[in-house]
Every structure is written in structure tokens, then in C-alpha cells.
């Protein structure tokens, strides 16, 4: 059997785990267009804080190839699926044949049309790649002014941001939306990001976007305008809007895609022996109960090892997934998990806050707790996604879940939560039960 993976990505590199789970001896062969072996993408803002380095960025084992005798083919570019012959056509024309594919290709940077905006220029350019970092690391260096523009205030578009101003850069974010991370966060805990970013040395700017680059003779940026007629100084511009599937290269293939690639329960896609997953699918959002793009890390590892399992003969399924966010904003945590901007009026929505450092935010649909915002204080995270994504009854305990006096730990399908100031634990079963019981300790 030979096994074909494009994308040294998580949801790659868990589609080889799981097929040489159950098989040992298929040829596996992975394709990437960069040249380094798997790094944590997540991690390159850390890369310019200097909290990573070249040494520490990677997150497999320096034999990880080797040990599962995955020949690499690295720097190379796909650039068609011949799925009628079953070949893989890369950029300089040769071909690799397989019997069994997995694309994981995840996301390219979105650019919208914006006036000046050059990516050769070592000046400007996105945010999502090893090689994006190490290039604003070499441009801080030269800038004049110190002075950084990031178009985007998702959490690409932070992340960049936190990156530059650790290289000694002032930084300003602009965003179209009302507020930072406007997506997932809600009006108070968007402020007090903000606030946290301003007194770090980020500026924001919302509601606004930058409408044209002006360059200097050299054809690097010095400024950017605004819609709202501001302009800027800006020695270096990041666009960090969003990212988009990686899917150009399956033009002509017969592989159906809607914005992403179309995938099945056990993540094959309209053509028989291809799978899929991570960033560059369409699955299925238990809480919005439709298909959509996730692009989280967590659902790109089980989608890979979902369809590793599948193309290695042993049959799985996906269950959908739910979107979550996890980050940390200078000393600030901030989870979002599930619904967290609900425009039905028919839903509940529960807060707590303590000053500017603590804001929690439930969201309820009947008894259903279906989304949430953490921040500062993230106890009992990780049960609460679980309850939102097994749809558990729950209304009655929005208390202790806004205050976070609970910890937890699961064994096979049931669970228990224990309140710690209050004495009493929380019993019940994934699989069979969605409500809860309560059983009194003290």
C-alpha cells in the first residue's frame, strides 16, 4: 500500500500516527512546500519573543521520520491531484503515485485587495509561517521609525503583534470590527484585551481598516491610510486578516470543495481512497448543527487520525467539532469555546466579573449550555467543552460554572465535578445521561 500525505501539518503527521498504528509496513510519503521539518505554528510568535528558538520550535522527535519510515520530501509543491491515475503532480513535473491520500494542506493567508501591498518586499508581509516570522525578525532590525502596522486583530493578527513589539517595535492593530478577537469575544471582555495590549505598547484601532500602503523610493511601506482618512507612520505592514483552505491546487481533480474540502464521517472526500482534514475541510459544527471550517488544532489531530485509522483499513468516524480558542494575551488567558455571540433571543446569556482581570460568559440555549468566555480566570475550562459538546442539561449550575470553583476528571464516559467551596459533586454519564445529578460530600 502506498500512502501519500500532503502537508507535514498536525493533521498530516496524525494521519501517519494512526496508520502505522495499524499498519507497519505500507510506504508512506509526505509532501511539504516548506523545507523544515513539523514546527508548532502556534509557537512563531514566540519564535520573535525569543521564548523559542530554532532548537525548541519543532514538535516531533528528530526521528519521528524515521521511526515511522515516512520518506520526506520537503520544499516541494503540489501543484495538481491526477485522481484518475492516482498521481500526485508536483511543481517541477514530476509525480508521485499512491493508492491512499491524505490532504492536510491547512490555510493560505487571505490578502483583500489593498493598494501598495507587495510581499516581496521584505518590509510587509503575513503572518503564519516560520519563514513569516523570521522575516519580520530581520526587517525590526532596519526599521527606522519602529513603528509596525498589523492589518487584523483576530488572533493571528495579536499573536503578530505580540511578536513585534518584544523586537522593540511600536505596534498598531487595525481592525474592521468593533473590537479585537470581535469574532469570539464580546464587547467587555474585547475591552479588556484592548486595555491589556494598549498597556503593553499595542495601540488598537477598530472599526476602521487600511486602505492603501505608501511607499518610499525603494518600494517599502512608510505609511498606510486609512478609510477614515488617518494615516500612519509604518515601517513594517502585517497583514493578518484570516486564512483561507488550501485548495487551488485541486482545480480540475473531481474533489468536490465549498469554500473547503467536503469530507464524509470518516473524512474521505467525493473521491474514493482521498481523505482529508484540518484547516482545509468542512465538517460538521455540533453547535451551529451545519458544516463549516473549524481551524483549530485540536479537531486537525482527530480529523487526521480519523482518517489515517480509515485509509489503514480500520473504520472510524468524526463526530463534528465546535470551535475553541485558546490564548494568552501578555499574562491575560482567554478561552472561548462554542457559541459566544448569540444573535437568538431565545438564548440565555449569564455573566461574572471582577474588575478588568476577570470576566466569565455563559450561554445557554434552554438548559443546554452551548458557548462560553473565559477570561483570567479559566477553571474548569476543559469540562465545560465538554459539557457544551455532548449538549448536557446543565441551567441549574450556571453559578458555580461563572464563578469556577470546579475541577474535574473524566473516566471512560463518566464524569465528576467537584466543588471545592461549596462540597458537593456533580455525577453523570456522556454517553447515556445528558443531565446531571448531584451528590452531596460534606
Not at 522575516?135 to 521609525?145: F, I, T, W
Not at 473531481?254 to 467525493?270: A, E, L, P, Q
Not at 466579573?353 to 475550562?381: F, H, M, P
Request: net charge negative; proline share 4%.
Amino acid at each position: 500500500m502506498k500512502y501519500v500525505i500532503i502537508g507535514n501539518s498536525y493533521a498530516g503527521l496524525s494521519c501517519v500516527d494512526a496508520i502505522r498504528r495499524f499498519d507497519k509496513t505500507g510506504e508512506i510519503t509526505i509532501i511539504s512546500d516548506e523545507p523544515y521539518k513539523a514546527y508548532a505554528r502556534p509557537l512563531i510568535s514566540y519564535y520573535l519573543e525569543g521564548k523559542t528558538t530554532d532548537e525548541t520550535i519543532w514538535y516531533k522527535d528528530d526521528n519521528y521520520y524515521e521511526k515511522n519510515d515516512a520518506r520526506t520530501m520537503f520544499g516541494k509543491t503540489v501543484s495538481s491531484v491526477d485522481t484518475a491515475s492516482k498521481n500526485v503532480v508536483l511543481d517541477d513535473g514530476s509525480i508521485v503515485k499512491y493508492d491512499k491520500l491524505f490532504i492536510g494542506t491547512g490555510g493560505v493567508p487571505f490578502v483583500p485587495p489593498l493598494e501598495g501591498f507587495n510581499p516581496a518586499s521584505p518590509m510587509m508581509g503575513t503572518f503564519t509561517k516560520l519563514n513569516d516570522a523570521k522575516k519580520m525578525e530581520a526587517a525590526s532590525k532596519v526599521a527606522k521609525n519602529k513603528e509596525a502596522i498589523v492589518i487584523g486583530g483576530g488572533l493571528i493578527g495579536l499573536k503578530a503583534s505580540e511578536g513585534l513589539r518584544a523586537l522593540g517595535m511600536h505596534v498598531t492593530i487595525v481592525e474592521l470590527l468593533p473590537r479585537v478577537l470581535g469574532l469570539a469575544l464580546d464587547e467587555i471582555s474585547g475591552q479588556i484585551t484592548a486595555k491589556r495590549l494598549n498597556k503593553n505598547g499595542i495601540d488598537t484601532v477598530t472599526n476602521d481598516t487600511v486602505i492603501k500602503i505608501n511607499l518610499d523610493g525603494t518600494g517599502n511601506p512608510e505609511s498606510v491610510t486609512l478609510k477614515s482618512g488617518r494615516e500612519l507612520i509604518a515601517d513594517i505592514v502585517v497583514v493578518g486578516v484570516g486564512v483561507r483552505p488550501n485548495v487551488a491546487f485541486l482545480e480540475g481533480s473531481g474533489i468536490k470543495v465549498d469554500r473547503g474540502i467536503i469530507v464524509d464521517k470518516t473524512m474521505m472526500t467525493s473521491v474514493e481512497d482521498i481523505y482529508a482534514g484540518g484547516d482545509v475541510v468542512v465538517t460538521y459544527d455540533v453547535i451551529n448543527k451545519r458544516p463549516n471550517i473549524i481551524a483549530i488544532v485540536p479537531l486537525a489531530c482527530e480529523q487526521g487520525r480519523i482518517a489515517g485509522a480509515n485509509m489503514a483499513g480500520v473504520y472510524r468516524e468524526y463526530p463534528g467539532g465546535m470551535g475553541l480558542n485558546s490564548v494568552e494575551i501578555y499574562g491575560l488567558p482567554i478561552i472561548t469555546i462554542g457559541l459566544t455571540n448569540p444573535n437568538d433571543p431565545s438564548q440565555s446569556v449569564f455573566t461574572y466579573q471582577e474588575g478588568e482581570t476577570i470576566y466569565r460568559k455563559l450561554v445557554y440555549s434552554g438548559e443546554i449550555l452551548v458557548g462560553a468566555i473565559l477570561l483570567g480566570n479559566i477553571d474548569g475550562a476543559g469540562i465545560l467543552s465538554a459539557i457544551i459538546r455532548q449538549g448536557a442539561k446543565c441551567l441549574s449550575y450556571k453559578d458555580e460554572f461563572l464563578k469556577g470553583n470546579i475541577f474535574s476528571f473524566v473516566i471512560d464516559n463518566e464524569f465528576e465535578i467537584y466543588n471545592i467551596n461549596e462540597g458537593y459533586a456533580i455525577r453523570g454519564d456522556f454517553k447515556d445521561l445528558p443531565e446531571f445529578s448531584r451528590t452531596n460530600w460534606r
